[in-house]
């Protein structure tokens, strides 16, 4: 009926413009139906970013070849706004004076409570002295106009009666005062405990840049440890060209410390848990893991990792250092972020036995390699903001030239859930709204955060952000500062 309809119309005599029409409307109803059938095509050749149906763990998941994202938004450096680092002391300062009174520090701790707090014995246990770790001498020559550094006390002061003190976290100018009457009546005080840190905003400003002359240009690394770390970076450099430092904190101690068994078995839940409750010095014993989570408390696991990396637009191919110790689950919870990709690289990888066999007992001058090769990567990305990844966000800040993208881990976590619900596809908009979610989460200089809005009292230090994760405005100045 159609055909014969159609031969009807056309035999009868009609205007060129009812024929024109005609055309028209033969015309847009042909793209409509081309492009609702290209509609479906498309949609068909999409791979979501993590499939919805239930798969084997060391499964290939699905790739997303339709994500182009450009060189420089994956790997360019936030820009500088002009700004540069500034460590030289104001035209007021007044370098210490010897008095012949003298502070004794024993170092306690992991590598960067060592960088930040001189703490050196209290999870780790290893027993690497600051020498180890650090070039002494660099140390006590390049603070030479700023404080005395010895060695050891004079002999006729070894057996003085000594005061001691605990060092008290975020303390105000007044507590210096304190430890100034001190020394009117001894002449030795010995620090206990050195884990504490200075106060992060309201001191001085030639105490603040005094901090970073120590920080970024008198702490270097032991010359061992300055030597193999930049060997590696140059191999890294060899493989690949550019490469990510990914630290990844799914370590036993740190899940067992912030109470986080989300995918873990229930026998290793158990083993956190008790590990958890007999950590004397861990005053938590009993934590809602799944509130930990939703709150965004918890290290990202290496499957989570490997979504995040690749919505945000970064190729299988890409050359990923894992910067950390042994990774809780082992190859088995390796094999998810490395399914993702498969060109993880670490330090085992890069080093000669050799060349490892003398840290290997020594787990923070091990900490202190990857340090190195995180600081030199052309992105950084911690799995969770504890000490390590604040030290090298804060370091490469400093310098200025990094990029360090710090996953928004509460966002993240629902997008992840919705994901696997099914609320979300893994598709391009998936990848938009993560992308957006760390759009200013690069590393960018900017001023250091103040504490949250509605605490008070000692409460509100602890909702600063470190100054040893941003030292700007103090260390960080534009080019019109002093």
């Not at 205007?15 to 068909?44: C, M, Q, R």
Request: charged share 25%; glycine share 6%; with cysteine.
């Amino acid at each position: 009926m159609k055909s014969s309809s159609t031969s009807k119309f056309l035999s009868r005599k009609q205007s060129p413009t009812t024929i024109a029409l005609y055309i028209i409307f033969i015309f847009a109803f042909s793209i409509f139906i081309f492009l609702f059938n290209a509609g479906n095509i498309v949609e068909d050749q999409r791979h979501p970013i993590i499939s919805h149906e239930s798969r084997s763990q060391s499964e290939t998941p699905p790739l997303s070849p339709f994500l182009q994202i450009a060189d420089e938004e994956l790997w360019g450096a936030p820009s500088s706004h002009g700004l540069h680092s500034c460590v030289k002391p104001t035209s007021k300062y007044k370098a210490a004076q010897g008095i012949g009174r003298y502070l004794t520090v024993k170092s306690n701790g992991g590598l960067n409570q060592m960088r930040t707090g001189l703490d050196k014995r209290s999870f780790w246990q290893d027993s690497s002295s600051f020498s180890d770790i650090f070039d002494e001498l660099h140390f006590i020559t390049t603070l030479q106009g700023d404080v005395r550094v010895v060695r050891e006390l004079p002999k006729e002061l070894e057996l003085v009666p000594r005061a001691r003190k605990h060092f008290t976290s975020w303390s105000s100018m007044g507590y210096y005062k304190e430890m100034m009457q001190l020394w009117e009546e001894h002449q030795v005080i010995h620090v206990v405990k050195s884990d504490s840190r200075l106060a992060n905003n309201d001191l001085p400003l030639d105490i603040q840049r005094l901090r970073c002359r120590a920080l970024y240009h008198a702490l270097r690394f032991s010359p061992p440890i300055e030597s193999l770390g930049k060997n590696l970076v140059d191999r890294l450099r060899m493989r690949g060209g550019r490469y990510i430092a990914l630290h990844l904190r799914y370590e036993k101690d740190m899940l067992a410390f912030t109470g986080c068994t989300y995918g873990l078995t229930d026998a290793e839940s158990e083993e956190l848990r008790i590990l958890r409750e007999n950590t004397k010095h861990w005053k938590v014993k009993e934590i809602n893991s799944t509130e930990q989570r939703i709150g965004g408390f918890c290290p990202l696991t290496p499957k989570e990792v490997g979504i995040f990396l690749q919505a945000l637009g970064y190729p299988p191919s890409t050359l990923i250092y894992v910067a950390a110790g042994e990774i809780y689950g082992g190859e088995a919870r390796l094999s998810e972020l490395r399914s993702y990709f498969p060109n993880l690289v670490f330090k085992e990888n890069l080093a000669t036995e050799q060349e490892l066999k003398a840290f290997a007992k020594h787990a923070s001058q091990s900490a202190a390699l990857d340090y190195i090769v995180s600081i030199e990567s052309d992105v950084f990305v911690p799995s969770y903001s504890g000490n390590m990844a604040r030290a090298v966000e804060g370091h490469r800040r400093f310098l200025g030239h990094c990029k360090t993208i710090s996953p928004d881990r509460k966002g993240l976590v629902r997008l992840f859930d919705e994901l696997e619900s099914g609320e979300q596809r893994g598709d391009s908009s998936f990848s938009y709204l993560i992308r957006q979610m760390h759009k200013n989460r690069q590393g960018a200089r900017r001023k250091r955060k103040g504490p949250s809005p509605g605490i008070k009292g000692k409460a509100r230090f602890r909702t600063e952000e470190s100054f040893y994760e941003n030292p700007y405005p103090e260390c960080i100045c534009s080019s019109k500062a002093v």
